[in-house]
């Protein structure tokens, strides 16, 4: 089915560090949210995003909805141990029921 | 706590087999989604329940079929499994059914090793 396209794959950082990861599609959504999957669990939402420009924050978490309504980033800044995980991004297309998911961030943090 | 429960946590069970998952959304949703999460595929939609309508079809095969009853909990229902078969189930809840600001809650999931 159709995805979106989520970068980095994975990444390996120290603690302390900001992370910043982003989703782009090659068409127009209406919403983008930002969930965290800690392994063997489901995945639990961070922020949620439904204006074009958006820029909410959660905590440490920032994410924003890109202008054109094509992309989305989420940043972590001063990363701790329990950031590790998998970071997804989901988005609705206007009037589609299915939510679509980029293939995930594994983000692993060395102390 | 999502406030989305999923039964079992784990079923292992052998090919040929058949075996029901359920979920019960968070108290006030009406809908229903079923996903299924391989180590390959990544987070895929299977079915969506509106108020025990389904509304939606993704990537269900013929050997699946779910249902939400009259209380709104879901059964996801997988039959003839094969190996392939095995992966995390989850299940999500939200209130509407309108997409956009209608925002989806995971339950824990369910893990299906077909051996």
């Known amino acids: 089915g159709q995805q979106l396209n989520q970068s980095p794959q994975s990444m390996f950082i120290q603690e302390g560090e900001d992370v910043s990861m982003n989703c782009t599609s090659s068409s127009i959504f209406n919403t983008w949210l930002w969930y965290k999957q800690d392994p063997g669990e489901g995945p639990v939402l961070l922020i949620a995003?439904?204006?074009?420009?958006e820029l909410t924050s959660n905590g440490r978490l920032t994410a924003q909805f890109g202008i054109t309504r094509k992309d989305s980033f989420l940043n972590i800044s001063a990363s701790i141990p329990s950031d590790v995980g998998i970071y997804f991004c989901a988005g609705h297309r206007q009037g589609a029921q299915k939510l679509v998911f980029g293939q995930g961030t594994r983000l692993t943090i060395n102390p | 706590d999502s406030g989305v429960t999923q039964t079992p946590k784990h079923l292992i069970t052998a090919t040929g087999q058949r075996v029901t998952l359920r979920c019960s959304p968070r108290s006030g949703d009406l809908s229903v989604y079923w996903y299924q999460q391989s180590l390959d595929q990544g987070l895929q939609f299977l079915i969506h329940?509106?108020?025990?309508?389904?509304?939606a079809k993704g990537n269900i095969l013929e050997r699946f079929s779910a249902q939400q009853f009259p209380d709104l909990h879901s059964e996801l229902n997988l039959s003839s499994l094969e190996l392939g078969d095995s992966a995390l189930y989850f299940c999500?809840?939200?209130?509407?059914?309108?997409?956009?600001?209608?925002?989806?809650?995971f339950g824990p999931g369910t893990r299906l090793t077909v051996l």
């Open positions: 995003l439904y204006k074009a420009g």
């Open positions: 329940y509106y108020n025990g309508e389904e509304r």
């Open positions: 999500a809840s939200s209130v509407g059914t309108s997409g956009a600001q209608d925002t989806q809650y």
